[in-house]
């Protein structure tokens, strides 16, 4: 088994910056892709970044593509997500996730492992 534990979450203006970290603990070595995914209220969960453990091949929602960044420490099996540049669209639950299937996926069903969520809101 995989834990994740989110972390980060708050309250910040639009235009403003807030970094989420996931920290992984358990059978880390079976996880390949680590992704962030959120929930608004009334939707769907959905894709926001993903990217494999060594740092390679970061990938994008449309949505947060120039504002956020996905980035990994992997001695400390940490996941970050910079978030810039805020939007009150940006509000939602964010959920770190992790895939052991090696390759990128943005379907929340190919991911084997998720965090509890840490709230993120923004006001305008």
């Known amino acids: 088994q995989v834990q994740l534990v989110e972390s980060g979450g708050g309250f910040m203006q639009a235009g403003g910056s807030l970094r989420l970290s996931c920290a992984a603990s358990?059978?880390?070595?079976?996880?390949?892709?680590m992704g962030w995914f959120r929930q608004a209220p009334g939707k769907e969960r959905e894709f926001v970044a993903s990217i494999t453990w060594s740092g390679g091949g970061a990938n994008y929602a449309d949505s947060v593509k120039g504002r956020f960044a996905i980035s990994t420490d992997n001695a400390k099996k940490t996941v970050y997500l910079q978030m810039n540049s805020l939007k009150p669209e940006d509000t939602a639950i964010y959920y770190c996730?992790?895939?052991?299937?090696?390759?990128?996926?943005?379907?929340?069903?190919?991911?084997?492992?998720w965090g509890q969520g840490t709230q993120v809101t923004v006001s305008s």
């Open positions: 358990g059978r880390t070595f079976n996880t390949i892709i």
């Open positions: 996730a992790a895939r052991v299937v090696p390759r990128f996926s943005t379907q929340v069903s190919e991911f084997d492992y």
